[in-house]
């Protein structure tokens, strides 16, 4: 009889060990949910670029697309925007109206332009497109709350391609004054002012990363891809048309290879540096299609990711001191072949601006896979110091998310001077870079010990 109770509680605490493993598995269960919604401006809206143009028409639709990826009770959204940028004052709106319908924390909602340049001038100042801004925080929060009602339990892949073909450091060093030129300025083939360069200033990072999910029956939900380029490559002087450039055509070619339902949501590198070697140029297409093949390499090659998968996120407001517009040598901007007066404007508007500023910084995990944001034009040089001070054995950095501070080069870069280090395209000192950058690491950090790696 005694033998026969003890097998009996034993066969109890079998059972209640079982039990309890099955609820922390259902508490750590990934779920995931994926949306798209359409941000197409309208037929005449300004379109991004030096001459401000008015749009003729539409060659691919612009998309808020979004990732809410859950686990236990912490719910991640990650909203990839085909915007060049967006301002403080719009990203606070979409998060407060995604909070506002999902739940979700302000803290867990990363706005992520893709930095396209055939989409809508989004302005600092100069005319602007107030009714179609005006829609967007609405947009924005349609996706966070359709991906958000769209969870279902997933599985997680994680892959990689190295692309080296189709993309460059922008900065050539002059033998003639040991300054940069930008590649793109004519007097750089000019033999004449521009007898001889010395290579790029920097590397580039050919890193392009997709997390695929899966339905537990094996259909393909979405994927989040990041990568790190300049999405220049559309022909928008000539066309002036809308279009999602390079990111739309890698989500083009995922779809294709799994189903229209399968979302693509893109992140852009720190790409202030990069683009790719020709721009705005008739067979953008062709060009975008390298990319495009390397992001379905990596989503056919990637590893399942095993065991429970946590998900976290933190966000800090950082108070940075701003450029002073005075320490800009004087000649800087007439170097480059430009007319001062071509800059002043921006100069004296820089000048009017705040000594400091507020700069929203966040980071995410995804089990194995570390993000960090930054909400600048970051030089690539940078972003490979955080994937190198990362804790986490898998990173990339998101810029230009939920603000927008201008370039942000570095220290070598503001002594060889060029054009991204010219008052009134850059905000932020170089003191307030680097205090942006160790944030980044900082809560990344945090996540990892948070979980127990």
Request: proline letters at 7%.
């Amino acid at each position: 009889m005694r033998s026969v109770l003890a097998l009996s509680a034993m066969l109890v605490l079998f059972a209640a060990a079982a039990l309890a493993g099955d609820g922390e598995g259902m508490r750590r269960e990934l779920r995931v949910g994926f949306s798209q919604v359409d941000i197409t401006p309208p037929v005449g809206a300004i379109i991004t670029g030096p001459a401000l143009p008015r749009s003729v028409g539409t060659d691919d639709p612009l998309f808020a697309k979004t990732l809410v990826v859950q686990s236990g009770d912490r719910t991640l959204a990650i909203v990839g925007v085909d915007l060049v940028k967006i301002t403080r004052d719009l990203a606070d709106a979409a998060i407060a109206q995604a909070s506002r319908r999902t739940g979700i924390g302000r803290d867990a909602v990363m706005i992520c332009p893709s930095h396209n340049h055939s989409s809508p001038f989004v302005p600092t100042g100069g005319p602007d497109n107030k009714g179609y801004l005006s829609t967007l925080p609405g947009l924005i929060a349609d996706s966070v709350e359709q991906a958000h009602k769209a969870l279902q339990p997933a599985r997680m892949f994680l892959g990689r391609s190295l692309v080296y073909e189709g993309h460059h450091n922008r900065r050539v060093v002059s033998k003639a004054d040991g300054l940069v030129l930008n590649t793109w300025l004519k007097k750089v083939n000019d033999l004449e002012q521009t007898p001889q360069v010395l290579g790029t200033e920097g590397p580039i990072d050919p890193e392009l990363w997709v997390a695929r999910f899966d339905a537990l029956d094996g259909t393909v939900l979405g994927t989040l891809v990041n990568f790190t380029c300049h999405p220049a490559l559309h022909d928008r002087i000539r066309l002036k048309t809308w279009s999602a450039d390079f990111p739309g055509v890698i989500a083009e070619q995922l779809a294709q290879a799994y189903g229209k339902q399968a979302i693509c949501v893109f992140t852009q590198g720190c790409s202030g540096n990069i683009q790719p070697p020709v721009t705005f140029t008739p067979d953008w297409q062709e060009r975008a299609a390298v990319f495009a093949r390397a992001a379905v390499d990596a989503a056919k090659g990637a590893t399942p990711i095993k065991g429970p998968i946590g998900v976290g996120f933190a966000r800090r407001d950082v108070t940075v001191p701003c450029r002073n517009p005075a320490e800009q040598r004087e000649g800087a901007i007439a170097r480059l072949g430009w007319r001062p007066d071509q800059f002043n404007a921006a100069k004296r508007e820089a000048a009017r601006m705040p000594k400091t500023r507020k700069v929203p910084v966040n980071a995410a995990r995804i089990g194995p896979l570390g993000i960090a944001t930054n909400a600048g034009e970051l030089f690539v040089e940078w972003g490979l110091s955080v994937k190198k001070r990362s804790p986490f054995p898998h990173t990339f950095v998101s810029e230009l998310t939920n603000d927008w501070v201008g370039y942000e080069p570095t220290a070598q870069a503001f002594q060889h001077e060029g054009y991204e280090t010219l008052a009134g395209v850059d905000f932020v000192s170089l003191e307030g870079i680097q205090t942006l950058v160790d944030t980044a690491v900082e809560l990344l950090q945090g996540l990892w010990e948070a979980d127990g790696h």
